[in-house]
């Protein structure tokens, strides 16, 4: 796999299957992968034939498709043909009483929502949400979160990445370095936290850093991390966290120690300003190794391919650090696995179904 060529960005596509248009431009453009949302997954071997288009678009030999599989409400392969999974919020009740058994339950789900993905062909999930719950904050995190408390996050969050990495399947830990104390949602308005360098560093930084950690020591397959488009006032106030160099490098880089590829959150959010290709060259210049358009909007992808120049080989280094095969590491009982989860959930969440295919 050569980066040479290769656009350091992911692309959304705008229906079930590729139109003519689409794959003339992601074979002239090559971008690094691509991302699916409901609009692209209507059935199972629907999905199959599109990742399958998608890959036949462009040269490289690994082909990232990404998906937001967190569960709860935000999961973009739902019921009838995949199964319905717990917000994170459920595992973090779950761990108040037990935390042992809320480890077990959240790398056995995160396992079995990697394992459908791999099947589709899908090998990049949008997913831990390491983001803290904060008390009057604004809802769109909301029960995306598992927790309040640091080490609760830490824990469940390790255990996701560890599930979803078993599946064959690469997580993208979010939004870094912390975008629980946003007051609005981020993709209608920039939020800017004001909270102290001290609080955060305690608190926010601190669910990734320990994560880092222990990824780092343990010699993890790196996850990816998707930046949060949110202004640490303490930090810099001037620019967000995906378009910050002082966020990106002395935060991301060196104090949480992240060594993984960076993407950016959607370029086409409210938070940011600018054209696309001003979104797109502020995020990369600033430190992001790859950014991230999802609507499928051609114009736009066009425009974001022109400004942007070939990946870098630190970021190639990056993204191979991450690389799975897109295969299961062990054979499991998965109809068994997904009764015994189901057991154990039953007392914290009332949406337990059957697969339907």
């Not at 620019?239 to 990106?248: E, G, L, N, R």
């Not at 991230?292 to 066009?302: A, F, Q, R, V, Y």
């Not at 007392?347 to 295919?357: D, P, S």
């Amino acid at each position: 796999m050569s980066y040479a060529t290769m656009k350091p960005v992911i692309f959304g596509c705008s229906g079930t299957e590729l139109t003519p248009e689409e794959k003339e431009f992601f074979s002239r453009v090559e971008p690094l992968g691509f991302i699916l949302f409901t609009r692209n997954c209507k059935s199972p071997a629907q999905v199959k034939q599109l990742t399958h288009d998608l890959r036949a678009c462009v040269p490289h030999t690994y082909v990232p498709i990404l998906i937001d599989q967190e569960g709860g409400r935000v999961a973009r392969l739902g019921h009838p043909h995949w199964r319905q999974y717990p917000p994170a919020g459920v595992f973090g009740a779950m761990a108040d009483d037990d935390l042992d058994l809320a480890c077990w339950a959240v790398e056995s789900n995160a396992y079995l929502m990697g394992v459908e993905m791999a099947e589709l062909g899908i090998n990049v999930d949008c997913a831990p949400v390491m983001d803290l719950l904060i008390p009057d904050a604004h809802h769109i995190i909301g029960d995306r979160a598992f927790h309040e408390s640091v080490d609760i996050v830490s824990n469940l969050a390790l255990h996701v990445i560890r599930g979803l990495q078993r599946s064959g399947v690469a997580p993208i830990i979010k939004h870094i370095p912390g975008h629980g104390r946003a007051l609005v949602d981020s993709h209608e308005k920039l939020p800017i936290v004001q909270a102290p360098f001290d609080t955060l560093k305690e608190y926010d930084f601190a669910v990734f850093r320990q994560v880092c950690r222990l990824i780092n020591e343990e010699k993890f397959s790196q996850p990816w991390g998707m930046t949060a488009h949110i202004i640490y006032d303490d930090i810099d106030n001037q620019a967000p966290a995906t378009q910050s160099d002082a966020v990106i490098d002395k935060i991301i880089r060196k104090h949480l120690d992240f060594r993984g590829l960076l993407i950016t959150d959607c370029l086409t959010m409210k938070a940011l300003s600018g054209s696309m290709a001003e979104r797109a060259s502020q995020s990369l210049e600033a430190g992001c190794d790859i950014v991230l358009h999802c609507s499928g909007d051609l114009t736009e992808m066009i425009e974001i391919a022109a400004a942007i120049p070939a990946m870098t080989s630190q970021s190639y280094d990056r993204l191979r650090s991450c690389q799975l095969s897109g295969h299961r590491l062990q054979s499991v009982d998965d109809e068994a696995l997904w009764a015994e989860l189901n057991y154990h959930l039953k007392n914290y969440w009332g949406g337990i179904n059957t697969k339907v295919m």
